[in-house]
C-alpha cells in the first residue's frame, strides 16, 4: 500500500537556524498539508497545499514558516530562525479531493530545537 | 470555539473485551467527523469517517456512531486485541475547509 514518507525522522537544530522538512506525498494524491503535535498534546493543522499554492493555513502558521512543492514528487515544510518551542512532532498529509476523504499521514519528523 | 473533547483520557482493558470512546465537538458549521488510531512513534490512521447524515460506520471491529444533534461522537471497539493498544483520536472538519480539528485522544491500553 502506497505511504507517505518523512524524511528525517528527527532533526536537531540550534535555535535561530533555519530547517527544511521533508515529505514525500502519495502519487496521484493532490492535497497535501503540514501538521505538528508538540509533545503530549494533541495535533494542530498548520497549512493545506492544493494546486500549487496555499488552500488554508492556522494561526500558527506565521512568516517564519513556509512551504513548497519543489518538483513532482517533494513537499517541504521550511521553518525560519527556529525558536525553542518550535520543538514538536511534524506530520505531513496527503488526500484525494473532496472533504471526506481521509488524510493518509507519515510517521512524522522530530524536532528538537536546542 | 471550535473545540474536540475526548473521554476517557486514558483506559485499560483486559484482551479480548469491549470498549466505547467518546467524543463531543463544538465545531460548527461541520462537515465530517473522523476517528483515527495512532500508535507510539507513528501517524494517525485513518479508521472511520462520517458525514453528517451518517450514524454509524464500521471497520471491521471498529464502530463508530454519530449524533450530529448532540454533537457527540463514540467509537466502539470489540473483542479487543493486543494491537490495539494505542491513541485514539477524534478528529472532525470544519464545513467547506479542509482544516481538521483534532481531540486529545483516549490512550487505550489492552492487556493480556
Known amino acids: 500500500e502506497p505511504e507517505v514518507t518523512q524524511t528525517p525522522s528527527h532533526q536537531v537544530t540550534q535555535m535561530g537556524q533555519e530547517v527544511i522538512l521533508r515529505c514525500v506525498p502519495i502519487s496521484n494524491h493532490l492535497y497535501f498539508y503540514w501538521y505538528r503535535q508538540i509533545l503530549g498534546q494533541k495535533v494542530e493543522f498548520l497549512v493545506s497545499f492544493y494546486n500549487n499554492e496555499i488552500s488554508e493555513k492556522s494561526e500558527i502558521f506565521d512568516d517564519q514558516f513556509s512551504v513548497e512543492r519543489p518538483d513532482g514528487s517533494n513537499f517541504t515544510l521550511k521553518i525560519r530562525s527556529t525558536k525553542l518551542e518550535d520543538s514538536a512532532m511534524y506530520f505531513c498529509a496527503s488526500g484525494d479531493p473532496g472533504v471526506n476523504q481521509p488524510q493518509h499521514f507519515g510517521d512524522g519528523t522530530r524536532l528538537s530545537i536546542l | 470555539k471550535n473545540q474536540v473533547e475526548q473521554s476517557p483520557q486514558s483506559l485499560i482493558i483486559l484482551e479480548g473485551k469491549n470498549c466505547t470512546l467518546q467524543c463531543n465537538y463544538t465545531v460548527s458549521p461541520f462537515s465530517n467527523l473522523r476517528w483515527y488510531k495512532q500508535d507510539t512513534g507513528r501517524g494517525p490512521v485513518s479508521l472511520t469517517i462520517?458525514?453528517?447524515?451518517?450514524n454509524t460506520k464500521s471497520n471491521g471491529r471498529y464502530t463508530a456512531t454519530l449524533d450530529a444533534d448532540t454533537k457527540q461522537s463514540s467509537l466502539h471497539i470489540t473483542a479487543s486485541q493486543l494491537s490495539d493498544s494505542a491513541s485514539y483520536i477524534c478528529?472532525?472538519?470544519?464545513?467547506?475547509?479542509?482544516?481538521?480539528?483534532f481531540g486529545t485522544g483516549t490512550r487505550l491500553t489492552v492487556i493480556p
Open positions: 462520517m458525514t453528517f447524515s451518517e
Open positions: 478528529v472532525v472538519t470544519l464545513s467547506g475547509a479542509n482544516n481538521l480539528f
